[in-house]
């Protein structure tokens, strides 16, 4: 199903940024069919609110799911906000892509290279689409994500077809799966086992979040204070020109550390999808919170 996708900075920019494309985004435009959800959708440990959609002010066609995991509470079970279902990633998939790439030097005995090193800093903190382009292609395309993607634990994440990463589809769920095997020191694939990614990559995935470019930095942001690490994705569909917005990363809020990815679909402009995407994210948090309270 073919669409746009516009690599753009904070609301305030956006116009001036939506009128040009790169070479690069033009690939990613080219036509497609969506790749189905996955079959095996885990149930969520812990459910919250059915009507959280509406009570964020998810209008018309909008849909949003957030998901939150407190890191500091014994358990550590995530609570999903909202119907559990698949949504298309856009640029999130850039960190999944960045997992990937390490899991595959880390098999090699290597570190990135200088090249794959400049690559990736492009693709996260200025999530760059000729970076990625390369990156995907790099990984092997939707195989080798998903091969990475079962040694992170991911289980609902499906790879966009042939160069089209932004048409992946996952669930929030399978976020908080991969940010917890970047940021969740303890978090391994197996009881017993090391984590998928060594302490090297986990630091590196986590210093290219805590630095992306000030025009990329809202999000899931808006639910913390200092110290957010996160990456955005969007884009427009060619089929109902309606936006995908999405948000994920770690944030701190109330002396606690979290992990919150907040999807969303359907919206009408991509600003409104930025402040659906913000208010999912706080009232998520905002429920965490006074449940660690």
């Known amino acids: 199903m073919p669409f746009r996708s516009f690599l753009s900075p904070r609301p305030g920019k956006r116009a001036a940024a939506c009128g040009a494309l790169t070479v690069a985004a033009a690939t990613l435009l080219a036509s497609g069919v969506l790749a189905p959800a996955s079959a095996a959708a885990a149930t969520p440990a812990a459910a919250g609110p059915a009507d959280f959609p509406a009570s964020v002010g998810a209008h018309g066609k909008a849909r949003v799911t957030a998901a939150v995991l407190d890191l500091d509470l014994p358990g550590r079970a995530p ?15 850039k960190v999944d892509i960045l997992a990937a ?46 091969a990475a993607n079962k040694r992170l634990g991911l289980t609902e994440t499906v790879g966009g077809p ?38 090297a990559s986990r630091a590196y995935v986590r210093g290219l979040m805590s630095n992306v470019a000030d025009d990329q930095s809202w999000g899931v942001s808006a639910a913390g204070g200092a110290g957010t690490a996160l990456k955005n994705g969007w884009l427009q569909r060619d089929t109902t020109d309606l936006w ?25 402009t991509m600003k409104d999808g930025v402040s659906l995407v913000e208010r999912a994210a706080r009232a998520a948090v905002s429920t965490a919170t006074a449940g660690a309270s």
């Open 79 to 93: 609570t999903v906000f909202g119907e559990e279902t698949p949504y298309d990633t856009a640029s999130i998939i």
């Open 101 to 146: 790439l390490l899991l595959k030097a880390q098999d090699s005995g290597r570190a990135l290279s200088d090249g794959e090193r400049a690559q990736t800093k492009k693709m996260i903190e200025h999530s760059d689409n000729a970076a990625a382009n390369a990156l995907w292609r790099s990984i092997g395309l939707a195989p080798g994500l998903k």
């Open 162 to 199: 042939g160069g089209k990463w932004g048409l992946t589809r996952t669930t929030s769920a399978d976020q908080i799966r991969l940010l917890r095997a970047v940021f969740d020191t303890g978090q391994a694939t197996k009881p017993g086992s090391a984590p998928a990614l060594d302490a």
């Open 244 to 268: 995908d917005v999405n948000s994920v990363g770690r944030i701190t809020a109330g002396g606690h550390h979290y992990l919150v990815a907040v999807l969303s679909d359907g919206n009408k």
